[in-house]
């Protein structure tokens, strides 16, 4: 089993930053994407990051393209979403997924198999 465990998440004024930090224990596969994905109040959960652990290429959702980026220790099995420039808009609860990497549900929640509890993301204005 994949017990993925999220950290990092808090208060934090609009224009500031965060890191998240997944932590992944158990047994993943190199062909394994990681994924982070937020879910507002009320609104359905959305991708916001991917990484490979066998590759180097990331991908953002629109939303956050520029401000976000996701990184990732190999060796600690550690992934990481630095968030910089936040709004109000980023607020949410944050969740690290991993899944086995399909190319094009990648980007999906259902391309994911285990799943943090998730951390939360308040940016007040």
């Known amino acids: 089993q994949v017990q993925l465990t999220e950290s990092g998440g808090g208060l934090v004024q609009a224009g500031g930053s965060l890191r998240l930090t997944c932590t992944v224990r158990?047994?993943?596969?190199?062909?394994?994407?990681m994924g982070w994905f937020r879910q507002a109040p009320g609104k359905e959960r959305e991708f916001a990051a991917a990484v490979r652990w066998n590759g180097t290429t990331t991908h953002y959702a629109d939303s956050v393209k520029g401000r976000f980026t996701i990184s990732k220790d190999n060796a600690k099995k550690l992934v990481y979403l630095q968030m910089d420039s936040l709004k109000p808009e980023d607020t949410g609860a944050y969740y690290c997924a991993s899944g086995p990497g399909i190319r094009n549900l990648q980007f999906s929640s259902r391309g994911y198999s285990y799943w943090g509890q998730g951390t939360q993301v308040t940016v007040s204005s």
């Open positions: 158990g047994r993943t596969f190199w062909s394994d994407s």
